[in-house]
């Protein structure tokens, strides 16, 4: 029995998918890794051309050994999948387990020339943001064709070692998925397309560790994103039967940028579905000086459109600890619709940051913020005064340490603040906020530190 399966076994069969899937499927058949090395022996190249989707078995353990995987064009197909991804992914009996992907040397996932089908064709909205329809281009159904690696119902799943290059979509995806270790991860979208997000965590995942994450994305480079199972596909048995959550997640030691105006960490949920313990640590913005675009947010949660679902009840986005985040991004921090039972320790802000945090239609009890501070040289941009994104209902009036846009507030502390220069007021907005505050420095002499209705 061989100890180890390479596609080069599988050399007589016609096409390269061909060959790594009949390793991977040998390899689990006898417990042994696949390696997928940089030499085909097929092509005589350093390239895997690959034109279906390679499908992971339980226990299935592939090692990518510095090698090119390139997806075939005109192809709507992921690099990685596993087999419960196509089935009832959300029940128990359906779970796979055990799935290792690890990448040695420069491992490159590519994905080639785009296949030109975008989220956009899929969905219809008005001017205002509001959901209108459906479409189906091209006869597909949805744009999870295009993800990169798209794992579904595995338990104990571990991701390593890769770099992703000419992004189709997002490039990792992962639904009712638990036990997961994502790290040593690098993104280099180039902007040519639109949603090019790096790890998207999704419904029903729960008990990931996500560390070493660099590079550049197209969108954001974090998405903890809960808006349920697929509507009308589950019986209320198997609703109650599953966790729908988020639930304990650990993101740390990310640097990223993003080439389009979206988040470094983003979460968000809607219709009761929750996400909740969540701690994220160590994020560093690392956009170019003098890039055109920049983050939205470092750190945004939550979002006051209703994405066809309704929004948030307090409690629903919970136990969120963010701490050493250092952001020259439009917002420092964007929350909106509900939090509560958080805290904000040590977000630092520089090099023409914006807004420290917007709160934005927000429901908030028991959230704390402590060193929340900009920097010497962090004066606020002349350029974002005016900013205004509909879909999201953000404008920009004036740039304030703290904005409160509609907001309530219960026992929301706020200590060991320094304010930017050329902020108009350290606490503004137009909301009647109470904020129990100590240790405020002010560092513009024009600046002033409430706008009434805030009271401290």
Not at 60 to 79: E, G, M, W
């Amino acid at each position: 029995m061989k100890c180890v399966y390479t596609p080069n076994d599988f050399k007589h069969l016609a096409s390269d998918a061909a060959m790594i899937q009949a390793a991977v499927d040998a390899a689990a058949e006898a417990s042994v890794s696949v390696v997928i090395p940089r030499f085909n022996e097929r092509t005589e190249k350093p390239l895997w051309e690959i034109d279906q989707s390679i499908i992971l078995h339980t226990g299935s353990d592939v090692q990518l050994d510095n090698c090119h995987i390139r997806l075939a064009d005109d192809t709507f197909i992921h690099f990685f999948s596993n087999d419960a991804a196509y089935g009832k992914y959300w029940r128990a009996d359906e779970r796979q387990y055990d799935i290792t992907l690890a990448g040695r040397g420069n491992v490159l996932l590519d994905g080639g020339n785009h296949n030109g089908i975008f989220e956009k064709d899929f969905t219809i909205y008005d001017e205002n943001g509001n959901f209108v329809g459906r479409a189906n281009p091209r006869g597909i159904a949805n744009i999870s064709v295009n993800r990169g690696i798209n794992f579904r119902n595995v338990e104990r799943i571990a991701v390593s070692g890769l770099r992703f290059i000419n992004q189709r979509y997002w490039a990792m995806n992962f639904e009712f998925c638990a036990e997961g270790h994502l790290f040593d991860i690098t993104f280099d979208a180039p902007a040519n397309v639109p949603n090019q997000d790096g790890i998207d965590i999704r419904t029903g995942c729960h008990n990931f560790l996500i560390e070493n994450i660099f590079g550049r994305t197209g969108d954001d480079t974090v998405a903890l994103t809960n808006f349920g199972p697929p509507r009308g596909q589950l019986t209320e048995e198997e609703l109650a039967a599953c966790d729908p959550d988020i639930h304990d997640i650990i993101i740390k030691n990310i640097r990223g940028y993003l080439t389009d105006e979206c988040d470094i960490i983003r979460i968000l949920n809607r219709g009761g579905f929750k996400v909740y313990n969540v701690q994220i640590a160590n994020v560093m913005d690392i956009t170019p000086h003098g890039q055109r675009g920049r983050a939205l947010a470092a750190i945004r949660i939550g979002d006051i459109c209703d994405y066809q679902f309704r929004l948030g009840k307090v409690g629903e986005t919970r136990n969120i600890t963010v701490r050493d985040v250092l952001t020259h991004s439009r917002f420092g921090m964007y929350i909106a619709d509900t939090l509560a039972d958080s805290v904000f320790e040590n977000i630092q802000l520089t090099d023409g940051a914006g807004v420290g945090i917007y709160f934005n239609g927000c429901t908030l009890r028991n959230v704390y913020i402590d060193k929340f501070m900009y920097n010497g040289e962090a004066v606020a941009r002349e350029d974002d005064i005016g900013y205004e994104e509909k879909f999201h209902r953000v404008k920009i009036d004036a740039i304030n340490t703290f904005h409160f846009n509609n907001c309530t507030a219960e026992n929301l502390n706020v200590s060991n603040v320094i304010s930017g220069k050329g902020h108009a007021y350290v606490f503004g907005g137009n909301s009647p906020v109470k904020i129990k505050v100590s240790n405020v420095v002010v560092s513009d002499e024009n600046t002033k530190l409430t706008e009434a209705p805030v009271l401290l």
